[in-house]
């Protein structure tokens, strides 16, 4: 069984909040989670997708009131609108009581809906978590890997896709993963978009995986505007789909490219609309240096603690570096990220470091070998152990 990171952040929430809001998209397992959470709590665990479950929220207060001592699971809450309205009238009778936290763990996708509906929760009274899909630390950081990275990085890290017993099967799985989203999610949970124009967007984006965006462009490729573009990726990126790496500029006197950098979260799913199945397929395609540079900012966004901020940075003259991660305002790391076994890095990234002043500079590289310097005072470092520092740091 693979161990979920996520479980303590989980778990000390719900000792602290009365309502714990786990998100994230679907079939990334956070039924599972919550239920292992849960286990030997006798949780009261409600599917709202089932019109039973459903029907019986209609008397939450009631419902609350004959079961006040269990871990109310509330799945699939987006197809509750409003529902945190009589949740915050249970807490706060609750809390002037002094009863205990911890009452209600609500799951659903990160959509404007479910964000809205929080938004009617003050301050205080619930936390937000997200469940990534797997990653390279849960599956392949042991000397017997569950999942090799190669794998991790072919299928992605969604369990059904990451666990199948093949390929093939994985590749099936995403591609339904993909139809179930243009089909029946993304009209659900947003504004209406015909199935085949999101599926060209989404595809779109996965050939451009780690390049900024021009929406206009994009727009007349698919027959829209340019604002309809930009509200296709909020939508995609509401739902935790697609993530945008805005640039750093903070007291960076230099003329800056502006646009953020747009990558397809999970690589499985990008390699899906590529038609990428195998991992030899993936080796000869265009996009297998940005798959890669995708992989390795969705493995570490997966690890940065929640005060911590991730951007890119580029100048019009040149200077670059792949990631800035900036725990405080006196403490960066920059970040540079290639696929091979390279042991130089150009002057645009050193430029860069001249103008960011980094505490720390890595190069990660898609090799197990471990961390060794490299001039300029650069460490070169592999994916899990990037992310191993990382940990450590926000701890």
Not at 155 to 172: I, K, M, Q
Not at 284 to 306: C, I, Q
Request: aromatic share 6%.
């Amino acid at each position: 069984m693979i161990a979920r990171l996520l479980e303590q952040d989980v778990a000390e929430a719900l000792a602290h909040y009365p309502v714990v809001a786990l998100i994230g998209p679907r079939q990334v397992g956070k039924t599972t989670l919550a239920l292992k959470l849960a286990s030997g709590k006798h949780p009261l665990h409600l599917d709202l997708e089932d019109r039973m479950d459903l029907a019986k929220t209609e008397q939450i207060e009631l419902l609350f009131t004959q079961n006040k001592d269990r871990l109310f699971i509330l799945d699939e809450v987006q197809r509750l609108p409003g529902i945190f309205a009589p949740l915050r009238v249970l807490v706060d009778r609750e809390r002037r009581t002094g009863k205990r936290t911890g009452h209600f763990l609500v799951l659903g996708p990160a959509s404007l809906d479910l964000l809205r509906q929080g938004s009617e929760t003050p301050a205080g009274r619930i936390a937000y978590l997200e469940l990534h899909p797997f990653n390279v630390l849960e599956v392949a950081g042991s000397r017997k890997p569950t999942v090799p990275i190669p794998s991790l990085w072919l299928r992605g890290g969604f369990p059904e896709s990451a666990l199948a017993a093949t390929d093939t099967v994985s590749l099936n799985w995403r591609r339904n993963f993909i139809r179930t989203y243009l089909e029946r999610d993304i009209p659900q949970l947003g504004p209406r978009v015909p199935a085949e124009t999101m599926r060209r967007f989404w595809t779109m984006l996965a050939h451009g995986q780690g390049t900024p965006l021009n929406a206009n462009k994009t727009g007349a490729n698919l027959g829209v505007s340019g604002v309809t573009v930009a509200r296709y990726l909020d939508l995609l990126g509401d739902l935790l789909l697609v993530r945008a790496v805005r640039p750093y500029h903070t007291n960076i006197r230099k003329r800056l490219v502006k646009s953020p950098r747009i990558y397809i979260r999970d690589s499985g799913i990008a390699h899906a609309l590529l038609g990428i199945g195998t991992f030899d397929d993936l080796l000869g395609h265009p996009v297998v240096g940005k798959s890669w540079e995708g992989f390795v900012v969705e493995n570490m966004a997966s690890v940065l603690p929640r005060h911590a901020s991730m951007h890119y940075y580029r100048t019009t003259g040149g200077a670059e570096v792949d990631l800035v991660l900036e725990f405080s305002p006196r403490e960066r790391w920059a970040i540079e990220i290639k696929k091979g076994s390279i042991t130089q890095l150009g002057r645009g990234f050193h430029e860069a470091c001249n103008d960011l002043a980094p505490r720390r500079k890595f190069l990660v590289h898609g090799q197990q070998d471990a961390a060794f310097p490299l001039a300029g005072d650069v460490t070169a470092i592999s994916l899990p152990a990037i992310m191993s520092e990382i940990r450590q740091h926000g701890s």
